[in-house]
């Protein structure tokens, strides 16, 4: 998919592109997902989950080390220019899903915020969480040429209260 995301060179990526080059008929696709959105929107999913669908988020003992940690992990994976070709097609295509795995970066953020709490601590919200962290990191992603380098992501936690 990302192959064919590059060949296209900024076109539309459509069904039928995709079924030609995967040697079936657009119908067979249409009908498992329906829309480019949807095929877009699995293999995002598929590109970030583990192999087990297991959430792997660091375990410092230390919220903000953990924080840092995956942020700096995320910075890295959104400077990856094949997850930068499916962000982009994922978002053009149109759908309020095209935020690229969103629900597994929440679901990693709560994990490490449920695992503070468990500890006894006190954390931020989840969704402000997301808007200090995510925010800044899709936004650099999506809207620069230059996507935010894991050291800045990593300081991005300093701005959480």
């Known amino acids: 998919m990302v192959a ?3 060949e296209e060179d900024g076109e539309v990526l459509t069904i039928p592109s995709v079924a ?3 040697g079936v008929h657009a119908t ?3 009908r498992r997902w329906g829309s480019i959105a949807d095929l877009l929107g699995d293999v995002a999913s598929s590109r970030f989950s583990g192999a087990n669908d297991e959430i792997v988020v660091p375990d410092t ?3 903000r080390d953990d924080l840092r940690q995956w942020a700096a992990g995320v910075a890295a994976d959104l400077a990856d220019p094949d997850v930068l070709l499916l962000m982009r097609a994922t978002i053009g295509a149109g759908e309020s899903g095209g935020c690229l795995c969103r629900g ?3 679901e990693q953020l709560e ?3 449920e695992r503070e709490r468990e500890r006894g601590g006190e954390p931020p919200e989840a969704e402000h969480t997301a808007d200090i962290l995510l925010a800044p990191l899709y936004f650099r992603a999506v809207f620069t040429e230059t996507p935010g380098a894991p050291a800045w992501a990593r300081s991005l936690v300093d701005n959480l209260a």
């Open 4 to 6: 064919l995301l590059a």
């Open 20 to 22: 030609a080059r995967a």
């Open 28 to 30: 067979t696709l249409y």
């Open 61 to 63: 003992g230390n919220l």
């Open 104 to 106: 597994d970066r929440m």
């Open 111 to 113: 994990a490490m915020l």
